[in-house]
């Protein structure tokens, strides 16, 4: 019997029983209170109340301009639809950079302000010092290598990472870092599978890919990519399961000549 059949609440707890019985992880980012609530009742795993609001919800670039108080705010909606699945908040741009007193006060601040159950940030070496503050103070916290969007003017492209051996051995000692630090969990973005692979395979903690191959410990998307809500965004890693900007666009078409032809609202629709 599967993991997900014998618990009430996903913990971080059950992702480390997960890794272990061979059972992979889903997890799928959410920003509201309506997508929260569906994604939790068909059972996924982790909902990420990912800086990929940013992007998605705002509009921006990139994910940098997202404040700290707006993603509170997503993480409070989203946390209100949520009964079985975890809830993890992305800690935004310049929330845990600087020094570990201001990454602390942010991940608390998360924490109190939202009811999630855990953060997330991105980073190796640079960022030990500020998980072991934050794990420290009781807080869960999951890491993030390979492509780190927040970085994404420091590389200047979204391509993929730790193609090179230099860059591919940092990326294991920072993996063996942030579990040595406490993470109980790593994102690994758009980097090889055989180096996905190999890291999951080193670590006693479960890994989780977006465009890191099928040897992660479980995967994720952004919701607006695997709904096709967004069509312009088609890297290879992405699996669209539905097409929902076809379909709202056509059921809004219809709506809008149903209003113009007068046919719109019946008799059987009216008071």
Avoid at 6 to 33: C, P, Q, W
Avoid at 122 to 146: K, N, Q, Y
Avoid at 178 to 189: F, K, P, R
Wanted: aromatic share 6%; charged share 20%.
């Amino acid at each position: 019997m599967s993991v997900n059949k014998e618990i009430k609440k996903v913990t971080t707890h059950t992702l480390l029983r997960m890794k272990a019985s061979g059972e992979n992880i889903s997890m799928i980012t959410a920003y509201d209170f309506s997508f929260a609530r569906l994604f939790d009742a068909a059972g996924i795993d982790v909902v990420l109340v990912g800086d990929s609001a940013s992007n998605v919800m705002a509009g921006h670039e990139t994910t940098v301009p997202i404040t700290l108080e707006q993603m509170i705010y997503h993480a409070q909606c989203v946390v209100r639809g949520i009964s079985r699945a975890l809830v993890a908040v992305d800690m935004p741009f310049g929330s845990y950079q600087s020094n570990s007193d201001i990454a602390l006060a942010s991940a608390i601040r998360i924490m109190k302000e939202s009811g999630a159950h855990t953060i997330k940030l991105e980073g190796g070496e640079e960022v030990v010092d500020s998980i072991r503050r934050i794990v420290s103070a009781g807080i869960p916290v999951m890491g993030h290598l390979g492509l780190t969007p927040q970085s994404i003017y420091k590389f200047g492209t979204y391509a993929v990472r730790a193609k090179e051996e230099l860059e591919a051995e940092k990326l294991k000692r920072d993996a063996q870092l942030l579990q040595e630090a406490g993470c109980y969990a790593i994102v690994l973005e758009k980097i090889p599978a055989s180096l996905a692979k190999e890291v999951s395979e080193s670590l006693s903690i479960p890994t989780i890919g977006i465009g890191a191959g099928p040897h992660c410990n479980g995967q994720v998307l952004v919701m607006h990519d695997m709904l096709g809500i967004n069509n312009e965004f088609k890297p290879r890693f992405l699996r669209q399961y539905l097409n929902l900007q076809e379909q709202v666009t056509g059921a809004l078409k219809q709506y809008i000549g149903d209003i113009k032809s007068g046919s719109f609202p019946s008799e059987s629709e009216s008071y």
